[in-house]
Nanobody, 122 residues
Framework: QVQLVESGGGLVQAGGSLRLSCAAS????????MGWFRQAPGKDREFVAF????????YYADSVKGRFTISRDNAKNTAYLQMNSLKPEDTAVYYC???????????????WGQGTQVTVSS
């Protein structure tokens, strides 16, 4: 069993930056591949970024490529999402997830955090 807790969300102006954290407890996160997803009001949850157990494989949604960076610190059981050059369309609740049950970009992950709100003002 893995518990995930996101933090770091908030309100930022367009062009600004935020860093989200996802702290894992229970079974250590070093054994889990992890992903970040987001859900804007009235829209489906969408894939943002993925990082493998070792960090050797990383993938991004086209909409965030070049602006967001996913990383992890297995010693701290924490994954991060550095978000730069934020746009109003990045506004959403951001979720971290662990243990994909299918393709990394699908929402079929075994464990989910509660989400953290990111709001980007224009």
């Amino acid at each position: 069993q893995v518990q995930l807790v996101e933090s770091g969300g908030g309100l930022v102006q367009a062009g600004g930056s935020l860093r989200l954290s996802c702290a894992a407890s229970g079974r250590t996160s070093s054994s889990s591949a992890m992903g970040w997803f987001r859900q804007a009001p009235g829209k489906d949850r969408e894939f943002v970024a993925f990082i493998s157990r070792s960090g050797g494989s990383i993938y991004y949604a086209d909409s965030v490529k070049g602006r967001f960076t996913i990383s992890r610190d297995n010693a701290k059981n924490t994954a991060y999402l550095q978000m730069n050059s934020l746009k109003p369309e990045d506004t959403a609740v951001y979720y971290c997830a662990a243990d994909p049950l299918g393709a990394y970009g699908s929402s079929r992950y075994q464990y989910w955090g509660q989400g953290t709100q990111v709001t980007v003002s224009s």
